[in-house]
Nanobody, 123 residues
Framework: VQLQASGGGSVQAGGSLRLSCAAR????????MGWFRQAQGKEREFVAA????????YYADSVKGRFTMSRNSAKNMVWLQMDSLESEDTAVYYC?????????????????WGQGTLVTVSS
């Protein structure tokens, strides 16, 4: 399975972006999915995760109430809807997959990573 993230871009503070992550190669319905981000000069941090069933999603406190993660396993797609963006959200965003069905906030639990997509929020 390969992951391909897209949808990044430049937006003003308060705006919205929708990131997409496509899984290619084989069905990923048994995989939990996560979004992480890495700002320049900082460590990679957890943003959101969703279980294989899509019934439970988890968010970092910094994005809770502003970001929404969703998935459609039949289409092998995952999305991250980002609203009310802030300059602090500027980073490269990565989607990741974890075998076993349950999301995790720990990046080391994910065995498959996409290439990243850059989000720039200007104030």
């Amino acid at each position: 399975v390969q992951l391909q993230a897209s949808g990044g871009g430049s937006v003003q503070a308060g705006g919205s972006l929708r990131l997409s992550c496509a899984a290619r190669g084989r069905p990923f319905s048994n995989w939990a999915m996560g979004w992480f981000r890495q700002a320049q000069g900082k460590e990679r941090e957890f943003v959101a995760a969703i279980n294989w069933s899509a019934r439970s999603a988890y968010y970092a406190d910094s994005v809770k109430g502003r970001f929404t993660m969703s998935r459609n396993s039949a289409k092998n797609m995952v999305w991250l809807q980002m609203d009310s963006l802030e300059s602090e959200d500027t980073a490269v965003y990565y989607c990741a997959a974890r075998w076993g069905g349950f999301g995790s906030r720990d990046s080391s639990d994910y065995g498959l990573w996409g290439q990243g997509t850059l989000v720039t929020v200007s104030s």
